[in-house]
Every structure is written in C-alpha cells, then in structure tokens.
C-alpha cells in the first residue's frame, strides 16, 4: 500500500467513526524511546522511522510533526501527495493543538488511540479542543491497526531474570524500598508502565526492542502485593522462580482487570505523569489518583555499589573494543576505502568480541566533516558519507553488556589539523574537563552545574544547543531521568547517580566536535564532613581523547594535570588486555602533555 | 498598650466578628518590601521590625514565623507572655496552614485584611483550610487598625515628576509600549499595585517609605486610558503638568470605583499575582482577569542608554564618597574606638556629601568579625561591636541617587590577615572575577551563569547559601525583578539588566567575606552576529578591592588581567575626584598585581 492508499482506508474508518481527525503519535503503551516493531504506526503510515514525529490526518489533509533532527530525512521519506511536513520550532509552524483549532469546527471530534496519548499531551490537547467546541474521542480499537493487514505480532521473546550478583539488591529489597516511598507520598498502590522501571523493579530483561533489554508488561504495586502483567508465553520457569513469593505473574491482556480493582478499592494510587497512558487513567476512573514522579524513576538512578562496580567492568571491556577501533582507523583510513556506515560495523563488531557484550546501546553515530555537525545523524549504507584522509571524524556509540550500559563520543583527526579546529576541540574540551573536575556541595542541581562545561567555549565565542548530560541506566536504557546536565533539569544529584558529560560545537556543513565521557557521582572524601557532604565526579568512559587535536597553550594547569591524570587511568585499565600493536597505539595516545 | 493589651483587645474584636482566627502578615496592600509607618502593624502588634514576619493570633495563642536571619532580633523583642516564635526551616516548625489546621475545627473562621494577602498565599491558605472545612473571611476593616489607637496617617508627602532627562523615556512611550504587551496578551486593561512598576511607569518619585523614592498609589492602564490613584494632597502643580494627556489623576480612595468599572465593562485584566492583594481582586470579580508577570515589570528591568548612564555616573559619586570612607577607616580605627554603626552613620554621611545624594538605598550592614557572618546584620547603636584593630569587616552600604541607585559589598582586613582568611577571601574573588568576566550567548539565564560564580569555593571545600545577584533599579528598589543570578530564577538576560554580583563565604561565629559589585549585561561587540548576539557583563561598582586578602597564587593569569583592569579602571574614574591624601590611599589600593 502506498501512502495516499493508506489514508484513503484510514479515513474511511474515520468516517465510520465519526471522526473529522485522527492522530497518530510516536508514543507506544509504554511511551517508550525504543518501540515494537508492531507499535511503529506512525512510521508505517508514513515511512517515517525518526524517533520523533506525530502525524494529524484530517479528512482533506494529513501532516507531520517534527524536530529539526529530522527536517531533512522526513522531507526525503514523506510523500507529498500524502503528507505535509510541519516543522516543530520554526516560526509560523502552528503546533497540533493550533492547527487543529484552525482547522476544526464546532462540534468536531478528533480521535486517538487512549493507549498511545500521555497524560500530559491529553491534558494540553483536551483543554485546547475544548476551548473551541471540539471533542477527544477513544474509537475502541487502533484505527491504523485495522489497515494494516501485515502488522507484526506483539514481541514474544522469552525474557530471563537478571541476577542478583549484577543487580546488587533483590526484588524484595527494593519493592520493600518502593513501599515505604509510597507509605510516605500516603499511597495505597503504584501503576507502572515504564518498561526500564518495570525491568529494574523485578530484575528482568528482556528483548522486545532495540538497543534496550525491556520487556513489554505494566506493573501493579500495593502494600501487600506486586504483579507483572505480561504475556505468558514470554514468562521462562527461571523468571517464575526468581519472582516466587514477591510478584505474581498474570497475562499482558489482564492488566485492565487489576487496573479495575484498583477503582473498585477507591485505591489512592500513585501514577507517573510521564510515562502513564490515557487509557490506564480510564481504567483508574474510581480510584483517587495522585500524580507524581515514580519513586522507582530516582531509585533506579541512584545506581548501588555492584551496579557501578558493574558499571566500570563494561567500560573497561568498551575501552579495550574502542582502543581496538581507533588503532585500526588510524591504520584502515588512507588505505582503504571506507564509509562511516563501514566504521559502525566495525565498531558494533569489536563490542561484540567482548564478554558480556549484548550488541550496541543505540544506533551509532559516525560523522565525517558536515555529518558531524548534524546532531542526531545516523549513517545510512548507501546514503553516507566516505571516510577520507583528511578530516574530523566525529563517533557517537556504545554497548549494553550484561553489567551495564556505556555511552561514548571521540572527535578524531583524520591528517593534519587546523589551527581553528584545534581551538574548537581545545574549548568544547575545556569544559569537559572543567565540569569532570568540579566539587560540589550535596544538594546540588545538575542544572547549576551545566555552564562549567560551557564557559570554555563562551570565552571563544562558541556555543552548542543541546543539553550537557542525560542520566544513564545499568544494562538498561542509555537515556534515564531524572538526573542531568541541563539547564532545564533539576533534579538534585546525588552519589551513584551516573551520568553523560558531553559538551560539544558543530559548524554546519564542516565539522561537529563532542567529547563525552559516563560519569559516576561519588562522595567527595576530602571535604565531607557530618554537617556537610560534597560530591565529586568519576568517569567511567575509558579512550583516549585525540591529542592530536589539542592545544595546550589554551589549557590551565590544572586542566593538562586533569588530562594526564585520566590517560594515564586509561592505559593502566586498558593497556594490559590489548595486542602489543594496540598496545603501543595506546600507549602514544595517552601520552602526558607537558604544562 | 504592652502585646498582651494588644492581643487582649484583639481578640475582643475577634469574637465581636465571630473569628477563631486573625492573620496579621508583613504585607502592605502594595506587597511592598518597605512599608510606610500607618502599615507596619505586625510590628506595632508584636514589637518585631524584621522584613519578614507573619503573626496569627487565635483565641488562645499568638504566634509569629519568621526565619532563620530574624531567630535572634524575634527572640530578643518578643513578649513570651503574649507570642510564641515560630522558626520557619527549622525541622519541626508547622506552616501557618498546617498550625491552622491543627488548632482549628470544622466550621471555624479565619480572618484576614484582604488588602494584605497576596493572590499567591490567598491560593495556598484558602485550598488548606477548606480541605479542614475552615472558612477565610475579609472582615470590612483590619482590626489592628481599630485597636490602634495613635496609628500614624497615611504617607503624605507630595511627590515630583521624574525628568525624561533622567528616565530617557516618555511616560507616553512607555504606555504605547505597554499597551502593545497587552494587546499580544489579549488583555484590555492592566492593573498596577507595585509601587516601583508605578514609579518607573509614570516618571514620578516619591518619599513614602523608607529607602524607595515610590508614592503610594494604584495604576489602571487600559488601551485608551490611564489613571493613576493617589491622595491628592500630593499632587504637586508639575506632576499634574507632567501627566497631562497621557495620564488622568483620580483618588486612592476611588481604586474601587476603578475596578469595578473594569468589571462592568467584563474586561479582560491583566493582573500580576506576585503584587496583587486579595481585595483588588475581589473588586474585579465581574472582569476577565488573566495573570502574568506584569509587563511593566520586564520593561523596566531592561535600562535605557540614559537609565545606564545615570547609573554610571551615580557610581563614580559613590565610589568618591567609598574611596573616602576606606581611606578614612584606616586611619581612624586603630586610633579611635568605633562601632559598627558609627562607620554605618559615616559612610551614609559621606554619601550625602554627593551631589543628587537622596540618602541610603537600603539600611547599611556593617559587620566585624562574627557579625560579618549573619548574612541580614543591620548594626544596632548601642547593641553593636565595637570595630577593633584586628579583624575582618564586612560593609554593605548602597544609595539612592537622582541618576540611579547603589549596592556595594566590600570586605576588608584590619590589621594582618591569616592565610585562612585570605584563601577564603581570595576564593570568594575567584568567584567574582569568573561570572564577571564571562561571555554568553543571548538566550542564557541568570540561573545558568550562578555557577561560575560559585565554583572557585567549590575547588576549596567551602560554599554560600544565599543567591548570589539580584536585580536593582534605577533611582527605584535595590531589589528588582525579574532578573538575577541564582538557581531559582528562570528569567533570561538582556543587554540593559542591571544585577548585583555578590559571592561571599561565611564561618559562623569567625568572620564574613563578600565581594559585590552591580554590573550591567552589555552586548559583546566582538562575538556578535546577526545570527548570534553575545552579552557579557561591566561593572559599574568602582571601589578597590582589598589587595592584603588576596593570595594571588590562587587565582589565574586572567583572573589577574581582570582584577588589575578593574582597578585601573577605578582609580581612572576616581582618583582626580578625590583630595590628595584620599587619592593617594586609592593609588596603593589599586596598584597592579603581578602576574
């Protein structure tokens, strides 16, 4: 089916329906980052496989909604007999709830799947609609799912319980912890959907999407009992055991019957706004309703000391897969002939030489020259660039292994380089190691701590438009709440919270730098005392950065001392377990710098 | 009357309106920061005379909350036989909602002067106590007004049009760009109560409160109309003048009227809930009203060329009248015996030897020693320190000036530092000089840059617990919104604003250290574009730091560069203004650090 083919019947059932527009966002049940292949509506509609994109079909004009990630792929990939693009941020682009109220008229119904609306989204789109007569309806079943005819099968992979001696607590001990959160917000029960929380709760993991060892199910906590509603065929006699005497295991399908009894009770249940669906709140109607962060959400960031024990092991097996990588970029690059897309397979593949490794933790990003300027670029074979001779490389990767998640940017040199590309990898460096080196006080927000990585580039003139820093999981997802570096973020962060630092500049259509190490929170020994606590940070990444690309003159002392310092902890970690070649490699790349 | 006459004859009028409780906060009808004598009746009630402090009175008990800067003056001055002190922050210490819920029973009344309840506390304490089943009610007058037999009169003095050749704009452009916020935010009228937004708005000065040069009035702005409330007795021959064909004069006494002809009208009223009492609200029940941050409160944070000029010009005749109080101090401290108010008496007498000198701009902190420590210290005469030839000193002293407005924090050493307090000093200036020195794109907020400011302590182990900038006005309020540098504030910066810069670190009991200077954000010439305009910061303060506090080991080649062009640039402005000996002092002052 083609794309006007597609809208043709999904109108039809609109009309059926009585609906003047349908909306098709990204969202899945779970609202998730990383979807099922059978919840990937949007992009069958569309073709459209960015990670963020929200279509409105009416009935004389159909559009999506997105980023300026994606303003060049989804002007690619969209038909335009079938769909218009509306480009998010950019002035005079109306946002949904505008365009809908220009286009409606009183008395109008505008439908969507309740499973797939959040319940921030439904509150803005509803109050918005209502203001101009016009109705939010929930047609029974999927509209775009009684089209597609070859819709893949809900996943079905068998899922494994996650040990103990990599989780570092038990279910027991940490729905114990929940419980008492729960005590304390005065709730009686806690509605999870978010699969990371559910995967940490009841150490699980699965395989039902990329990049994240989820599985697909909700999760019920009260006082006295917790259940994992997923589908039986998935659940192994290993899980069944791991969970006898805390959780009971009921169907995937059955979730609105616990929901439902919950509002029989009059239950107070505690609802994440973030990740809870419109169609869980339905099923809640009887019960008191409180929303708030899911304390499972600020547990799990709060890794305990296996997790991060387990954390450093991974980037140790990373840094030896990356040293593995750059020594043989150095030799492959002028004599053979490579894309980027070449240079992600060879780096998936070394990861996956190593113990533990369970392929990688996102879609790497290579850039080479203006492809890594583009913030969010994904090589395509085909459609990539050729890695030449002379140029800035630009590597954005990383691995999930079994004891955990790594998350990594190098900017390299290809050739000589600039005088101005030296000053730029030099700045956005500055504030890496700037931040990296900071103490702070407890009570901190990551918020407060962003412009430390900023001002090296400030003082040149220079800036970037992304955030410095997202939380990241234990073999779980690489993008975790609530803990970052970002001015919009403000969560306080805390010992064990591990966390990205990445800083960077891009000149389009030249060259993008970002130098980003996993950094762990730790507890400032020297300065703690009882009345105050102070934190510092630790990295976890393992690679050298390009010296190639610094100029020391722009550095202070105790930035090259910070430098010296961390090369000289990645040759000891990593040194030993590479081939004499890559050993020697190494052993030039973190070389000290003179001060 | 002593307090418990007071509360006797209160409670008196309490059962007379059926009232279980009486709530007396700090507010003036304006919502003001200094109040005018006839309004100070939480300090005539209790004898408290903090900036913050709010009384609830029951039929049994009296209490009153303050917090932590107050714990000491609030139990010096409290008769224990009449209230009992409240320490807000302190673990333990119920809210007023939360006292009021515990004491009270369902049906109970609690009452309040709707004139000095704000819209925000109205929220909060309405929504807690009808959960409780308790009732708020606005008896038609305050009581403590009908017991308060000698209550001073309403402010009286006239008032005086404010020159365009010191404001730099007309009221009539000032209205026209008013009226175009409202018509962006669809609003028909706009209601003023802050009394600094009135000032600034209508170009006019008064004298009635300490401190601000603001007249007690009320403002209706609507698209064809502006009316300005005031007692008419203060109503000079050329602000008649001044106003004539932009502004109409009507009575205080008929802001009623005012209001509720908006109502008829079913206006649609901007009203900013951060400075609107419960009372003008409830005269605009038939209107249409909107909150937001009043437009004229932005406005007026983003100075004019001649607003920043003045300011200027304000700070080389108060940088003399500094230069001659430090060269002063050192002469006279280890040769007469003074007190922390005889110096606070002399620099604001030293001030007002300046030309256009309208007296201090806040009530100057003069702290030695231990005293520096307590962040909101205002020397007391007769229950001051005495100022010894060894020790530290902490001044914070600022002027009101025809041109603008002053606020300057030095702390100097009397006799031989240690190399404590120089570390500590010298730190808190790494701070200073860091923020005070750094670029930043357009876009950034004041609660991004707090960091750099705070950093430096950080490397050291120490750290403040106050803001560390707020906004000042010109020839208004040396506490302006909405700008400022500290975590809380979300407000973006704009060439124009006009903040304090103000690290400091404090050892309880030992000393105080705090470097402030206000500074303007100028647009940087050198890194702007069309695409990208660039800001950084000037100070406008000219007053030599102590150079004996400073360990120049600590702080950076640029930190130095910086440091050395400010004091140059000091004794540029300075010096030729002063007498020889007083020139000669600012000469060593400002004498060049090397590198």
């Given at each position: ?27 899945d049940p779970h609202l ?80 969507i799947d309740p499973h797939v609306l959040s319940r921030?989204?439904g ?13 939010l309806a929930f047609p029974s079943r999927n ?11 809900m ?24 419980r008492?959160?729960l005590?304390?917000l005065e709730a009686d029960a806690h509605v999870i959907a978010g699969l990371?929380a559910i ?17 697909v199910a909700y999760a019920i906590v009260t006082r006295r009992r917790a259940t994992l509603f997923v589908a039986p ?14 959780a009971e295991l009921r169907p995937y399908t059955e979730t609105s019957k616990g929901l439902r009894a919950l509002g029989r009770e009059h239950a107070r249940v505690l609802v994440d706004p973030?990740t809870t669906n419109r169609w869980i709140l339905d099923q809640l109607k009887r019960a008191h309703v409180t929303f708030a962060?899911s ?301």
């Amino acid at each position: 089916m083609t794309s006007p083919e597609k809208l043709r019947a999904l109108r039809r059932l609109m009309r059926r329906e009585g609906l003047a527009a349908y909306l098709v966002p990204s969202n899945d049940p779970h609202l998730s980052e990383y979807l099922p292949e059978c919840w990937k509506r949007r992009h069958w509609l569309s073709g459209f496989s960015g990670s963020a994109g929200d279509i409105v079909v009416t009935m004389r004009e159909a559009g999506l909604w997105t980023d300026s990630r994606y303003f060049l792929e989804a002007g690619v990939v969209l038909d335009p007999r079938a769909f218009k693009l509306f480009k998010k941020g950019v002035t005079g682009t109306p946002t949904i709830e505008q365009y809908l109220a220009r286009k409606l008229r009183r008395g109008d119904v505008v439908g969507i799947d309740p499973h797939v609306l959040s319940r921030t989204w439904g509150e803005t789109l509803e109050s918005a609609l209502s203001a101009k007569g016009v109705r939010l309806a929930f047609p029974s079943r999927n509209l775009v799912d009684e089209i597609w005819k070859d819709r893949p099968p809900m996943p079905a992979a068998p899922f494994a319980p996650f040990p103990e001696r990599l989780a570092g607590e038990s279910v027991k001990s940490k729905l114990t912890r929940l419980r008492k959160e729960l005590d304390r917000l005065e709730a009686d029960a806690h509605v999870i959907a978010g699969l990371d929380a559910i995967a940490w709760l009841f150490n699980v993991r699965g395989a039902d999407v990329a990049f994240n060892p989820f599985v697909v199910a909700y999760a019920i906590v009260t006082r006295r009992r917790a259940t994992l509603f997923v589908a039986p065929g998935k659940v192994t006699p290993e899980v069944r055991r791991s969970l006898r005497g805390c959780a009971e295991l009921r169907p995937y399908t059955e979730t609105s019957k616990g929901l439902r009894a919950l509002g029989r009770e009059h239950a107070r249940v505690l609802v994440d706004p973030e990740t809870t669906n419109r169609w869980i709140l339905d099923q809640l109607k009887r019960a008191h309703v409180t929303f708030a962060p899911s304390p499972v959400v600020a547990m799990k960031a709060v890794k305990n000391a296996t997790e991060v024990r387990g954390m450093r092991a991974a980037h140790v097996r990373d840094g030896v897969a990356l040293a593995r990588f750059f020594h043989w970029l150095e030799w492959a690059i002028p004599r053979e002939r490579l894309t980027e897309s070449d240079l992600a397979a060879c780096v998936d593949a070394l990861r996956a030489d190593e113990t533990g490794n369970r392929g990688p933790s996102f879609d790497s990003i290579i850039g080479f020259g203006g492809n890594g300027a583009i913030i969010h670029y994904r090589p395509l074979p085909g459609k990539d660039a050729r890695v030449r001779a002379r140029g800035i490389l630009l590597t954005d990767t990383g691995g999930q292994y079994l004891e955990g998640t790594t998350d990594v940017t190098r900017t390299i040199t290809l050739g000589k380089p600039t005088r101005r590309e030296r000053e730029i990898f030099t700045r956005v460096l500055k504030g890496h190691i700037n931040l990296s080196r900071t103490r702070f006080p407890k009570g901190t927000k990551g918020s407060e701590l962003e412009a430390l990585a900023r001002q090296g580039l400030w003082m040149g003139g220079l800036h970037y438009s992304h955030g410095t820093g997202h939380g990241v999981g234990h073999y779980l997802a690489v993008h975790e709440g609530p803990v970052g570096f970002s001015a919009r973020n403000p969560a306080v962060l805390e010992a064990g919270n591990i966390i990205s630092l990445e800083p960077g500049c891009y000149v389009d259509g030249r060259y993008g730098f970002r130098t980003e190490n996993l950094v762990v929170v730790v507890r400032d020994t020297e300065f703690s005392t009882k009345a105050q606590e102070w934190l510092r940070l630790e990295p976890l990444t393992l690679c050298p950065i390009d010296q190639r690309l610094i100029e020391p003159k722009l550095l202070s002392r105790e930035e090259i001392a910070w430098l010296n310092e961390y090369h000289r902890d990645v040759y000891r970690e990593i040194g030993q377990r590479l081939a004499p070649e890559a050993r020697a490699w190494l052993r030039r790349a973190t070389r000290r710098i003179a001060q």
